[in-house]
């Protein structure tokens, strides 16, 4: 048994596949860290702790994770999304919450990650006499492609779509998708289809309200599924 998925890429153009042999998506972990200081009056912040400014501190010592903590050829991601705290432009916050991601290859270097988010977290709210509590929970796992089962779905596009079609990815994504699941379990493919046209002017990032794909982008995608399906059926049927 053998599984295959499939995304766009606006930054391929259409006709093309874009995948990896191997290691394809990061996995996920959300995080959460509430930072706990002590209100008081914006004219004297001596008489409590800002959270605010403990928060910030907290932020940008998460950087040297990646910086300092990791290895330059290792990728790593700790990404805050949110910040949210204080009600009013002359108190200093007692509290703020931060909220963002955790990316990574593998399980070894996720938890890596993770303990030192704990380690820096707690500890910098600690230096203003505040305290930080850090929530993370696991998503995803890391998505890895099984190399045969690449391999195959690569021949079909080269084959049916034309030479020239397939697109190797240098380097894995640290974008994650739940079909990581499957992967987990059985060997499997995960493959993007291009979605560029040329002459395009509109913003191409995925998640951008002005993502606009090249439908033609969409006989590819049904292609691909169906004579890819049928490849990894009857290379299953021969070795059985």
Same mark, same amino acid.
Request: charged share 20%.
């Given at each position: 048994?053998?599984?295959?998925?499939?995304?766009?890429?606006?930054?391929?153009?259409?006709?093309?596949?874009?995948?990896?042999?191997?290691?394809?998506?990061?996995?996920?972990?959300?995080?959460?860290?509430?930072?706990?200081?002590?209100?008081?009056?914006?004219?004297?912040?001596?008489?409590?702790?800002?959270? !605010?400014?403990? #928060?910030?501190?907290?932020? *940008?010592? /998460?950087?040297? $994770?990646?910086?300092?903590?990791?290895?330059?050829?290792?990728?790593?991601? &700790?990404?805050?999304?949110? $910040?949210?705290?204080?009600?009013?432009?002359?108190?200093?916050?007692?509290?703020?919450?931060?909220?963002? =991601? !955790?990316?990574?290859?593998?399980?070894?270097?996720?938890?890596?990650?993770?303990?030192?988010?704990?380690?820096?977290?707690?500890? =910098?709210?600690?230096?203003?006499?505040?305290?930080?509590? &850090?929530?993370?929970?696991?998503?995803?796992?890391?998505?890895?492609?099984?190399?045969?089962?690449?391999?195959? $779905?690569?021949? &079909? #596009?080269?084959?049916? $779509?034309?030479?020239?079609?397939?697109?190797?990815?240098?380097?894995?994504? /640290?974008?994650?998708?739940?079909?990581?699941?499957?992967?987990?379990?059985?060997?499997?493919?995960?493959?993007?289809?291009?979605?560029?046209?040329?002459?395009?002017? /509109?913003?191409?990032?995925?998640?951008?309200?002005?993502?606009?794909?090249?439908?033609?982008?969409?006989?590819?995608?049904? /292609?691909?599924?169906?004579?890819?399906?049928?490849? *990894?059926?009857?290379?299953?049927?021969?070795?059985?």
């Amino acid at each position: 048994t053998r599984v295959m998925g499939m995304h766009v890429d606006p930054t391929v153009p259409t006709g093309c596949i874009h995948l990896a042999k191997s290691r394809m998506n990061a996995s996920t972990t959300e995080l959460i860290i509430n930072v706990n200081g002590v209100a008081c009056h914006g004219a004297h912040p001596d008489q409590g702790i800002d959270a !605010i400014v403990v #928060a910030s501190h907290i932020v *940008l010592a /998460l950087q040297t $994770i990646s910086s300092r903590f990791a290895a330059p050829t290792t990728p790593v991601i &700790v990404t805050i999304g949110t $910040i949210h705290g204080g009600s009013k432009e002359n108190v200093c916050a007692g509290q703020v919450k931060l909220g963002g =991601t !955790i990316r990574a290859l593998d399980f070894e270097t996720r938890d890596f990650i993770k303990a030192h988010v704990k380690t820096i977290a707690e500890n =910098t709210a600690a230096a203003f006499g505040a305290s930080a509590e &850090v929530i993370m929970n696991d998503g995803y796992p890391p998505l890895v492609n099984d190399v045969a089962t690449s391999l195959a $779905i690569a021949d &079909v #596009a080269e084959k049916e $779509i034309g030479r020239g079609s397939v697109i190797f990815m240098d380097d894995p994504s /640290l974008g994650a998708d739940d079909f990581a699941y499957f992967t987990s379990k059985v060997p499997g493919v995960y493959f993007n289809i291009g979605t560029y046209k040329e002459g395009q002017t /509109l913003p191409q990032a995925l998640h951008n309200e002005n993502f606009a794909p090249d439908e033609e982008c969409i006989k590819y995608g049904v /292609l691909m599924n169906v004579l890819g399906a049928l490849r *990894l059926l009857d290379e299953d049927e021969a070795k059985a």
